[in-house]
């Protein structure tokens, strides 16, 4: 289980998390500004970070900016082992940086814990909590009204397709299902910005599909500031508004793609003449990228 998944299990024993910023659970309330004028959702400055075992020092990540604004879905893409799983336990306070900060809506947040809203590769639900209850797990930790928040969760377990699954127990459901209950815990969290690291990873080809098309829905509707890991260029292309390609360890930002389609998007736009030339050419970045690192 990763760091994160510790700290949550923690927390839901415990029913505490640090202190921060308490946001309704998609109250749909607009900004009282234009996001445009707001600060980002997070700013990454400068980070690098090394790891020490027995006395040898590898470098993990070294010198990472990157950016994402309100409301915005960002993706990074790179080599297997090139830092984005580290650079998460950082934004999310779970490890320090040896240089550089985060910074979080204009405000300095480093080492900080509970100012994200994560989900993992794996669903990571607790097998002794209903699909509810999974649910409501985020909010019940940080002490928002469960009746509100209990009503809420039913409301988009119905519009998510698990509508009759209420009380049904993880184990009871497919992978694609626990996905979207992971994927709905995150949701109804009440920070503002979501890291998804490959949460999709382990689905089959068409599962995958599916929920790729269904989270774009959702996103749509709530547009919350994301910063996603991938290792497809196409689910990137598909999904993103912007696309951090890293290079090999240490990992550090080598390209910058602002993806040019508009939304919102639909399956047909894999086969537009732009989108082959993006996907050919972070393609090519990342061949090489992984070319160097077998060397």
């Not at 994160?4 to 839901?12: E, G, K, V």
Request: charged residues 25%.
């Amino acid at each position: 289980m990763t760091q994160f998944t510790d700290a949550l299990t923690s927390a839901s024993k415990t029913g505490a998390f640090p202190d921060a910023q308490e946001k309704p659970f998609l109250s749909g309330a607009a900004e009282p500004r234009n996001p445009q004028t707001l600060p980002p959702a997070l700013e990454v400055k400068g980070v690098s970070k090394s790891f020490t075992r027995r006395r040898r020092t590898t470098p993990v990540l070294d010198g990472v900016n990157l950016t994402v604004g309100r409301g915005e879905f960002v993706s990074l893409v790179g080599p297997s082992g090139c830092g984005k799983s580290t650079l998460f336990h950082i934004i999310g306070g779970l490890t320090l940086p040896d240089k550089g900060s985060i910074c979080m809506n204009g405000k300095e947040v480093t080492g900080q814990r509970g100012e994200i809203s994560y989900m993992p590769q794996q669903p990571a639900l607790f097998p002794w909590r209903t699909i509810e209850d999974n649910v409501l797990l985020a909010g019940e930790i940080r002490g928002l009204p469960r009746a509100g928040a209990r009503e809420t969760a039913r409301r988009w377990l119905q519009r998510i397709g698990l509508g009759g699954f209420e009380q049904a127990y993880p184990h009871m459901l497919s992978g694609g299902m626990q996905q979207r209950a992971a994927f709905l815990r995150a949701l109804l969290a009440p920070q503002e910005l979501m890291l998804l690291d490959e949460p999709f990873s382990a689905l089959d080809a068409l599962t995958r599909g599916e929920m790729q098309r269904w989270l774009l829905e959702l996103w749509e509707e709530n547009r919350r500031s994301v910063l996603f890991i991938t290792h497809s260029i196409e689910e990137a292309l598909l999904l993103s508004s912007r696309i951090y390609v890293f290079s090999g360890r240490p990992g550090s930002v080598l390209h910058t793609v602002d993806v040019p389609f508009p939304r919102p998007r639909r399956d047909e736009i894999t086969d537009d003449p732009e989108f082959l030339r993006l996907r050919r050419r972070l393609t090519d970045w990342m061949r090489e990228e992984q070319a160097k690192s077998r060397k």
